[in-house]
């Protein structure tokens, strides 16, 4: 194959990627909550305007929300103007999210290009096509690129870090490592490629200086340029790494090797990178990984986005097991490889499908703003989103008319939110945690017209049973079902199936609105 064809290869390669992840990115549209974690770091980007970073107690360098936070500052030039962001992320969500979506499905398909580097500097040009598609196509990769997390950074530097490693460029190498460490800590696992790459280059008898402390030096200084704030409070740093010692006293080894990594890759693949990373040229990247999963497999509370770290040298690992296999039989090559990588596209499609459509949540909410009675809402995580009247009115003078939106009407008045959205960029950060996130407490005797109620599967551990309510008194008016279940993560609130999305009509957990038909009805919360 000539360069320029695997050149236009890669590029198609590419265009997948990016379009697998820019698929069904607008998920969620009137949800704030749609992704947990999307409103940690936007209300950190908006903290950012009148405050240093100051979450790193909460185990999250500052990396993330630095970038997120330059994100707002372009779109306030482009597009937001001079609305309050903590309105807009309540009133229409996808105003914050979507440009830092799309960022993340940047990050995801441009990924392809350092796990296509790594396999090619492992094996050949071959191998490295073979890689990158498998990574373009990742059920979990695809996943991560639609969400505005960490998660689709992470794995972008993860897979310089170890591409650079691959090609002895060893300073490089330190700063993708530290850049990695600033957006989240679960890149630490990465000093055991760079520590095995310094070996190899004293013994190959370069100096020191050049093979080892030079490159700590920049990762240690990329690490400091990309989250500053280390050095303005070292004991919240240090209390944010060791917070993260609560999260082990389980074993979570099957659930990451039995269901995450062979719904990512499908078993043929999945094998196939293990496969791969036997090679010896492979060696930093093999220990890197046995290194992830060793942290990964005493987890109590283990999610699936937590193993992304290991889906760069997997890919690669994929890419080098089918090019070996291409070069002793090709039949059995393009079995192989029909078999690695068609499942997981096909599970990435089905993906991409159910989240272009409407959540459960944005279908109750149209219902609930139809009806335009006050409501309470509760279930959690599963909450349908809505606002009190007196912050729709306050937010409607904040926002510019581009930015306003209907949303349902919360009952109660529970703070002065003119007052609130008064205190401009200086209350951002705190006005937007007002309203996003006032419905989470569980209201066992609810006072309004209405009550929707989000309904998490009955083993999702992060909420309890919903609180029980005479069906008498209230009578169910509207269900909105996401249909089957299939196979889904225990611990997080991103209501989507893991694998099996046969059955699945549309993202969200089960909703249902009840009205009250005797009792009070005045509309007041209860507290």
Excluded at 242 to 266: C, E, I, K, M, T
Aim: net charge positive; hydrophobic share 50%.
């Amino acid at each position: 194959m000539s360069a320029r064809t695997h050149r236009a290869a890669l590029l198609a390669i590419g265009a997948v990627a990016l379009a697998a992840r820019l698929w069904g990115i607008g998920f969620g549209a009137t949800q704030p909550l749609a992704r947990p974690d999307e409103e940690f770091f936007a209300l950190r980007a908006m903290g950012l305007f009148s405050h240093p970073y100051d979450a790193l107690a909460n185990g999250w360098p500052g990396g993330y929300a630095s970038l997120l936070h330059a994100l707002l500052r372009l779109e306030r030039i482009f597009s937001l103007g001079d609305a309050n962001l903590a309105c807009a992320l309540a009133v229409r969500p996808l105003s914050i999210y979507l440009p830092a979506r799309a960022l993340s499905a940047v990050f995801g398909a441009a990924s392809i290009l350092p796990v296509y580097g790594l396999a090619r500097a492992w094996r050949s040009e071959g191998a490295g096509l073979f890689a990158a598609a498998a990574y373009a196509v990742n059920l979990l990769a695809v996943r991560d690129g639609h969400f505005a997390v960490t998660d689709a950074p992470l794995c972008f530097l993860v897979a310089c870090c170890l591409w650079a490693c691959a090609r002895n460029a060893l300073l490089a190498a330190g700063a993708f490592a530290g850049a990695a460490l600033g957006i989240k800590y679960s890149a630490a696992p990465l000093v055991v490629p760079c520590a095995i790459c310094a070996v190899l280059a004293l013994r190959r008898g370069e100096p020191p200086l050049r093979a080892a402390l030079l490159p700590t030096l920049v990762a240690l200084l990329a690490f400091l340029l990309v989250t500053p704030s280390v050095l303005r409070d070292p004991a919240a740093f240090w209390s944010g790494v060791q917070s993260h010692a609560a999260r082990y006293g389980a074993s979570a080894l099957p659930f990451y090797s039995g269901r995450v990594l062979p719904a990512a890759f499908g078993w043929t693949g999945f094998a196939l990178g293990a496969a791969g990373l036997a090679n010896r040229r492979a060696l930093p990247a093999a220990a890197f990984a046995l290194c992830v999963i060793a942290l990964l497999a005493p987890l109590q509370i283990p999610y699936a986005r937590y193993a992304s770290p290991l889906l760069p040298p997997l890919a690669a690992g994929v890419g080098i097991a089918l090019d070996a296999l291409l070069r002793r039989n090709r039949i059995v090559a393009a079995a192989l490889a029909a078999a690695a990588l068609l499942p997981p596209a096909l599970r990435t499609a089905q993906l991409d499908r159910l989240l272009s459509r409407e959540d459960t949540r944005d279908l109750a909410a149209r219902w609930l703003i139809r009806e335009g009675r006050p409501v309470e809402s509760f279930g959690g995580w599963a909450h349908v989103h809505a606002l009190e009247r007196g912050a729709q009115e306050a937010c409607a003078g904040a926002l510019p008319p581009h930015l306003r939106a209907p949303v349902p009407t919360l009952a109660g008045s529970s703070r002065p939110w003119g007052e609130l959205v008064g205190k401009g960029a200086t209350g951002w950060e705190a006005l937007g945690n007002a309203l996003v996130r006032p419905t989470l407490d569980d209201v066992a005797d609810p006072e309004a017209e209405l009550v929707v109620d989000g309904r998490a599967p009955a083993d999702f551990v992060n909420l309890g049973p919903p609180a029980a309510l005479d069906e008498v008194c209230w009578p169910e008016q509207a269900r909105f079902s996401p249909g089957a279940l299939g196979i889904r993560e225990r611990f997080d609130a991103f209501f989507v199936p893991l694998d099996s999305f046969s059955g699945a009509i549309r993202p969200g957990p089960e909703v249902i609105v009840r009205r009250r038909v005797c009792g009070n009805s005045a509309g007041t919360r209860t507290r």
